[in-house]
């Protein structure tokens, strides 16, 4: 009795200070990023953009090269011959013994669970308040969702031309993605974060690592970098790239909850000043939606090219199906829960924090919808 007694003493403890932790964390969260990290992102994006190529794929071989270079070290074989070349040189080994340290297993935790793939991750940014909490959703039925999917749908098929959407580059969607994201931010109360220049092509064992993990572009917050999948390695709809280029600069803001950074994707798309990634943004929020919708013409077949050429461009990384093949066994594959994507059969929530948060901030909302006349409704959002 005593011992459960003191069990439950040690959980109720713990879980208290474990919550005092992320409180105090959260509510210092404004300050610290106003006065460190901000300045400290804007200085790291300054100078890793400038390089071209990924320097998270050189930090990765760092921290494996140093593991290696550790357990050699100190494997016994090796630990007496380098103390019978170096006798006398026994502090000099403790300290690199202490650089190995950091270099190799830190750097390696920092730098892989600072991607916000897992909960309580070091990295700062984890601390900010989720928008969807500040912004308390309101409850949103199923059916005005339909509306708002069926809405989206008849905007997409009526603005859809394909000049247009030929002519979405990636570097105007990274450019406008980045003037609507900071309007945003400041229109939210919050400082407006660093402008993304650059986004690097993935190679090597960080390619090989996307592509198998189901997450094919990445912002690394140690570095302030974003890399993403060449085109000849995962071949997509031209819409796919520019949805992850928008999301990966909302991510160099400051954002690394997939959720917020995925909130402030869709509405930066929806009320983007360029109205040609409004397009963007209307497939965005259908394909989450979980919902049957018709694609135009044009779109349904580039998806059906694709596929086949991702198909075949499959066929020739074997390195990524083995490493696929692994982590779905491991059950380590992306999921687009915490993207806040349905699924078609997913049972309604009417707190659902993407929607709910993405309808609360747009500029119309369903009553002003579905009493506009057509003609009214070519003016939202
Ligand atoms: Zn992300």
Redesign the pocket.
């Known amino acids: 009795m005593g011992l459960l007694f003191a069990v439950l003493l040690t959980k109720v403890t713990f879980y208290f200070f474990f919550f005092f932790f992320i409180q105090i964390m959260t509510s210092l969260f404004e300050v610290y990023w106003k006065f460190l990290g901000l300045p400290l992102s804007l200085i790291k994006g300054t100078i890793v953009d400038v390089i071209p190529f990924c320097l998270t794929e050189i930090v990765l071989w760092i921290g494996l090269l140093s593991c290696v270079l550790l357990l050699l070290k100190h494997l016994p074989i090796f630990k007496k011959d380098s103390q019978r070349v170096h006798p006398t040189k026994t502090s000099l080994f403790r300290i690199n013994t202490i650089l190995l340290i950091v270099c190799g297993p830190v750097l390696l935790f920092v730098l892989i669970s600072g991607q ?1 793939a897992i909960p309580f991750g070091p990295q700062p940014t984890l601390n900010r308040k989720s928008l969807n909490k500040n912004w308390a959703p309101d409850s949103l039925s199923e059916k005005q969702f339909e509306q708002y999917v069926r809405w989206f749908e008849q905007k997409l098929h009526q603005e859809f031309n394909e000049t247009d959407y030929l002519n979405l580059s990636e570097d105007l969607v990274l450019k406008n993605c980045n003037h609507t994201l900071d309007s945003l931010l400041v229109a939210y109360g919050l400082p407006k974060g660093r402008t993304l220049k650059r986004i690097k092509p993935l190679f090597g064992l960080t390619r090989l690592l996307g592509l198998s993990y189901g997450g094919p572009a990445f ?1 690394d917050p140690l570095l302030s970098e974003v890399a993403m999948v060449r085109k000849s390695d995962l071949p997509t709809p031209n819409y796919w790239r520019l949805h992850a280029i928008c ?2 600069t909302a ?1 160099a803001k400051g954002f690394t909850r ?1 959720m917020d ?1 995925e909130i402030l994707t869709q509405l930066a798309l929806l009320t983007n000043q360029d109205k040609r990634l409004h397009l963007l943004g209307y497939i965005l929020f259908l394909q989450k939606s979980g919902k049957s919708f018709s694609w135009p013409e044009f779109l349904e077949k580039e998806r059906t090219q694709k596929a086949l050429e991702r198909r075949d461009t499959k066929k020739r990384q074997p390195f990524v199906r083995l490493l696929t093949h692994i982590n779905k066994k491991l059950s380590i594959q992306n999921s687009g829960e915490k993207y806040g994507t349905r699924k078609k059969h997913d049972k309604w929530k009417s707190d659902h924090p993407f929607f709910t948060s993405v309808i609360k901030k747009l500029p119309c909302q369903p009553d002003s919808i579905f009493s506009a006349s057509i003609e009214e409704q070519k003016e939202m959002p």
């Open positions: 916000g912002h999301h990966e991510h997939e950074t």
